[in-house]
């Protein structure tokens, strides 16, 4: 091998070929870590390729592959810190293992899902669809265009892996946790229509009527953000109801807002608790009785379940998180009336 070593800008798999004496397919399928190649010949390009100061152009070892090395993710709200914290937290473990993170916010409209989700899996190696808004029977037909894809927080058995956060158990946790206080009278606020979440929240509130006659468990229609909880201060008073199940964390801060505006002490007055344990939680007035999702970890789950369908295609088995309880200022027993 001679000693010239050409400007890097300007090298080619060809020069790296001419200086190590084989073939630039050759060349090419070292680059690539194709484990077909003997490691003396392959120990040979790689000095060679060092001496010159080559390296593949990210864009040509693509096109090589026939990969982009990145993947889609799809949010219904890029606001909301829970998305945040599974997105930051995909994107991380994906970063390590060489994979740039395409970003999608559907701003909860769920007839932009599928159009947002086929543009963006276009672009990307796969897709991972958080929290998706629309009905089962659009998701499962949608699926097959996707592939390879994850699911999270929605059901097993639509035709993708799927990483889910036990809301239903969730909601038990707190129902009880208000009756055990006295508490009989409970309002809930609730979220997206759409949502399988806020399905499975339905599904364990009309359990606890069942289970347990005595509790009066009202629902009004809210929202999902500080706003929506600010708007519904006004129906939280008059419902007469002595504690207030928020549809999350961001609703129950910003009813927490509209409801000292008025005069209303939280929780001598009324109790109120939240969903999914945001990291400002802890620090409302009063602190905000809440439900921890691990967000963090289901992100980094379902890049595992995706980076598996990758290399191997086979699907992960579904996961199932249970949320933990978070006890706090905002609840206590109710005011006698």
Known sequence: MTSARKDPVKLRISD?????????????????????????????????????????????????LGKTQTVAVLVPDLGNPTFQATLRMFSRTAAGDGYHVLVADSAEVAGDEAALALQARRRTDGILLVAPRM?????????????????????AGLGAPV????????????????????????????????????????????????????????????????????????????????AVLAYNDLVAMGLLSALHERGVTVPADVSVVGFDDIPFAPYTTPPLTTVAVPAEEMGALAWTALRRLL??????????????????GSTAAPPRR
């Open 135 to 155: 009905p089962d029977d659009e998701l499962a037909a949608l699926l097959p265009q996707l592939s390879p894809v994850v699911l999270v927080n929605r059901p």
């Open 163 to 242: 990483v889910a956060a036990d809301y239903a158990e969730g909601i038990r946790q707190l129902i009880a946790h208000l009756r055990e206080l006295g508490h009989r009278r409970i309002l809930y606020l609730a979220g997206v229509t759409g949502s399988a979440s806020h399905a499975r929240r339905l599904a364990a509130i009309a359990d606890a009527r069942h289970a347990h006659p005595e509790l009066e468990i009202l629902e009004a229609a809210c929202g999902t953000g500080f706003a929506d909880g600010a708007a519904a201060a006004d129906e939280v008073t008059r419902s007469g109801a002595t």
């Open 311 to 328: 290399d191997t295609q086979e699907e992960a088995a579904p996961v199932v998180l249970a949320p933990a309880l978070a006890l706090r």
């Open 16 to 64: 790296v070929a001419r200086h190590a004496g084989v073939s630039a397919a050759t060349v090419s399928r070292v680059m690539n870590g194709n484990p077909s190649v003997d490691p003396a010949l392959a120990e040979r390009v790689q000095a060679a390729a060092a001496e010159l100061g080559y390296s593949a152009s990210p864009l040509a070892r693509s096109l090589a």
